[in-house]
Each structure stands twice: as C-alpha cells, then as structure tokens.
C-alpha cells in the first residue's frame, strides 16, 4: 500500500524526543519497583488457599516485571515511523548490539503474552467442574501450557532475526526510496526492520497478527464459558452466592484485560501506521510505547487493589486498617448473655478450651475466647487444582457468630 496522509518530504524527526524518554524511563522504573513489591505480595502474603494458584500469578508477574525492566529501562527505543525504523536509548544501548535487544524485548512480550493466556487457563480450569468434559488432567495441562508458550514463541524466534539480517543494504534502500530518512539513518545502533522491497516482514506482522486474535478468541472464550458455568451454578445458590459469582467475573475480567489492551493496543496501533505508511506520528507512536511499557505497573496496581486478600493486607499495613479474616475477640460476658437468652447452661472457660482444642465453633487465645471462622469452598473451590482450593480473589471465610 502506498496510501499516505501528508507529504513525507516535509516531515522532519526529533532524534532525541528527551521528554518522551524521561517520562519512559521514570514509569519503567517505577513500574519495576511495583512489580517486585507485586512479586514480594503474592509470594509472602497470599494466603494458603492461594497455595497453587500463587506460582501461575508469581509466573505471569516475573514476565510482566522483565518486560517492563527491558523495555523501558535497558531499550528505550526512538522510533521513526512510518517506516519501522529505530534505536535504542536504555541502559544496554551501547553493551549489547541493538538486534539482540530487540530481540529479546519482543520475546519477552509474547512470554508475557504466554503468561496471561496461563493464567486465565488455570483459573477457568478451576471452575470447570469435576466430570465435565472440559476439566483436564495435571499432565495434559502441563503439555498443553508448553505447547501455548511454544505457539507464541518458536514463530517469533524463527522469523524475527531474518527480518532484521543484511542492515547495510537495507539502509541503503531506505535512503533511495525515501530520502527524508537521510537524517537518521547513520545514527549509532539503528535498526531498519522492512522496506517495501522486503515482504518477509509482511510475513511476520501476518504470524504476529494470527498469534494475536488467536489468543484474543480462546481467551474471551475462556470467560464466556467460566461465566456459563458460574450461571447454571447461580440456580441452585442463594442471593449471596449469586453476588460472589458476578463479583468474580467482573474482577477477572478486569484483570485480564487490562494487561490484554496495555500489550495488544499499541501494536495494533502501530502496524496500522506501517500498514497505511501514516506520516508526522512521530509523538503518536512514542505514546503507543509509553503505554506499552507502562502496562506492568498498571496490571499490578490492578491486582492488588481487585484482590480481596492483598487489598486487606496493603490497608492493614499502610492504613492500620484491620484485616477481615483476623479473628475478633469477644468478652465472656457477651458469649454468657447469648447463652442465657437460648436458655442454656453458661460455659466455662475450661469447656470452652475443650471446644476449641476438638475443632468447634469457638477458639481461645490468651485468656479469652475469639470467634472462630469456618472454612467453606467458594465457588469453583473443589475444582482439583491444589485440593480445595478457592478461586483467587474471593474469600473463603465465614464468620460464625
């Protein structure tokens, strides 16, 4: 295609556009600060009913943390569109030649990619109810996550490297089809990723594209069915429950897609510019890549603040705030009060250390007694993953009293 919006021969670029790349590289490094703290939470503070699920979080969470750490800080890329034409910034701009970083920043995406089609996996996986023909057996779930990271990868790493190969000529052409680029193209590092003439690029935004609705498909998939199965569920569970199952589904749907847009959106964008050959987008693609570099610390912001257990945790540590599932202590006046109102003989202290030694209603720490919370499933929880387990996200305690 050769349409175009404005005449390139009066465009000119910015070399070193120094608010795009500090505003980059401040987001990255706060974004990698947030991604360890994220990291620090699911692995230290999950609770134990998150005793499985917490390795396929802590797994999408490195991924998203290397992307982020990669991208913003290590590349920092200045981009010369339409044409995809650039080079890196960062902190191995002058350690590592420009095509391992690239290609190691674009492997990391669809390894980030990988992840998040990883987690929404097991998680429906966990609602799928034993017996259905849908719920998968440990080992076919191993081979089939490595076949989905294979999927996303191995195209990538086969293709990439052939897109990027005889620079010189490429270059050379470049200047010849569109001398506007004369300004740019002997700056240190850079990297020209296709020309008109090389239609093996095509071929890779093709792999990339079908790889990319693919994941889009099974994943929407993956919700519309969890929220089916949560639905035939509703009709033989109270107000309640029914409340618990939408509030799930909202809260995964959230957390899926905000990650989902931040990676897939600027791309999109992106290859539209190439694909239309849109010219003056300078300014444009570089917000494209903001966003996408940005999408680690907002993905992790969004879990912390959506997940019922690290939402409780960050409020009691930084707000004193106290946690829901702590038990509340009682005095045993109250406990008398309501007996005696049952009509029923007051407790001693001593029984009610009996009771609580054989598992009953009622648990004493120090000198007096505290409620006790009762475990119960959630919903999806009996799932198979990890024995009981409840869906991430949601509580499994009942306050008896």
Same mark, same amino acid.
């Given at each position: 295609?050769?349409? $175009? ?6 465009? &000119? ?13 401040? !987001? ?7 991604? #360890? ?5 699911? #692995? ?24 982020? #750490? ?14 995809? !034409? ?8 002058? +350690?590592?030649?420009? *095509? ?11 390894? @980030?990619? %990988? $992840? ?33 990271? +294979? ?6 790493? !086969?293709?990439?490297?052939? @897109? ?19 300004? !740019? ?11 008109? &003439? ?15 609705? &693919? ?77 996408? +570099? ?41 406990? %008398?009060?309501?007996? *005696? ?9 001593? $029984?009610?250390? +009996? ?12 000198? $007096? ?25 949601? %509580?499994?305690?009942?306050? &008896?009293?």
């Amino acid at each position: 295609m050769h349409f $175009s919006f404005l005449d390139p021969l009066n465009i &000119t670029f910015n070399q070193r556009p120094e608010f795009y790349l500090q505003m980059t590289k401040s !987001v990255a490094s706060l974004g990698v600060a947030v991604n #360890l703290f994220g990291l620090y939470i699911i #692995l230290y503070k999950s609770p134990t009913h998150f005793k499985t699920y917490k390795w396929h979080l802590a797994n999408h969470q490195i991924w998203s943390l290397l992307l982020d #750490l990669f991208a913003g800080l290590m590349i920092t890329p200045v981009f010369f569109f339409p044409m995809p !034409v650039g080079y890196p910034t960062g902190l191995l701009s002058h +350690a590592l030649p420009p *095509e391992i970083l690239m290609l190691i920043a674009t492997s990391l995406l669809f390894l @980030t990619l %990988s $992840s998040i089609f990883h987690l929404l996996f097991y998680r429906w996986q966990m609602v799928v109810p034993q017996g259905h023909p849908m719920k998968f057996s440990r080992t076919f779930k191993g081979f089939f996550l490595i076949g989905v990271y +294979a999927f996303f990868l191995v195209p990538h790493l !086969v293709l990439f490297p052939q @897109t990027i190969q005889n620079q010189t000529e490429a270059k050379a052409a470049l200047i010849e089809h569109y001398p506007i680029y004369e300004s !740019v193209v002997n700056i240190s590092a850079i990297l020209v990723f296709y020309l008109p &003439t090389n239609p093996l690029f095509y071929t890779y935004m093709l792999v990339c594209g079908v790889m990319c609705t &693919t994941f889009i498909i099974v994943v929407t998939a993956f919700l519309f069915h969890t929220a089916a199965i949560l639905r035939r569920k509703d009709k033989y569970a109270n107000f309640k429950t029914q409340l618990a199952h939408r509030k799930y589904i909202m809260i995964l749907s959230t957390q899926m897609s905000i990650p989902m847009i931040a990676l897939l959106e600027p791309g999109a964008l992106l290859g539209l510019i190439m694909v239309f050959r849109i010219w003056n987008v300078q300014e444009l693609a570089h917000l494209a890549f903001f966003t996408f +570099a940005s999408h680690g610390l907002v993905g992790t912001v969004t879990m912390l603040i959506l997940n019922e257990h690290f939402k409780a945790y960050l409020a009691k540590r930084f707000c004193n705030a106290r946690d829901p599932d702590e038990p509340q202590p009682i005095s045993l006046n109250a406990i %008398s009060k309501d007996v *005696e109102n049952n009509g029923q003989e007051r407790p001693s202290l001593a $029984s009610l250390r +009996a009771r609580a030694a054989g598992g009953n209603h009622f648990a004493v720490s120090g000198g $007096s007694p505290t409620i006790r919370v009762l475990e119960f499933d959630a919903p999806g929880g009996g799932g198979g993953n990890g024995g009981g387990e409840v869906m991430p996200g949601m %509580s499994n305690r009942l306050r &008896t009293g």
